[in-house]
Nanobody, 116 residues
Framework: QVQLVESGGGLVEPGGSLRLSCVTS????????MSWYRQAPGKERELVAS????????KYEDSVKGRFSISRDNAKNTLYLQMNSLKVEDTAVYYC?????????WGQGTQVTVSS
């Protein structure tokens, strides 16, 4: 049974940092390219960052380039998203999933709120 469990979100002031984690189980993480997605209130879910199976290629949505960094530890079955210089517009629920995403595998996500 595949599970994707996100954590690490919270309330942070603009300019602050958070590190999100996604612990995976039920499959071999190295088999898949993975991504972080986010959904802000009233908006569709969007792709934020992607990483290939062993981390050789990383891609970012334009608004987070230079601020966010995606990484993975296949031995620990964990995906990470380091978020620096956070902005109010980064407020959203953040999810991890394969790339392309599998509809049945969406987890609960972790809430990130950037506010002063």
């Amino acid at each position: 049974q595949v599970q994707l469990v996100e954590s690490g979100g919270g309330l942070v002031e603009p300019g602050g940092s958070l590190r999100l984690s996604c612990v995976t189980s039920g499959f071999t993480l190295s088999t898949y390219a993975m991504s972080w997605y986010r959904q802000a209130p009233g908006k569709e879910r969007e792709l934020v960052a992607s990483i290939t199976n062993y981390g050789s290629i990383r891609k970012y949505e334009d608004s987070v380039k230079g601020r966010f960094s995606i990484s993975r530890d296949n031995a620990k079955n964990t995906l990470y998203l380091q978020m620096n210089s956070l902005k109010v517009e980064d407020t959203a629920v953040y999810y991890c999933n394969m790339n392309p995403p599998r509809g049945d595998y969406w987890g609960q996500g972790t809430q990130v709120t950037v506010s002063s």
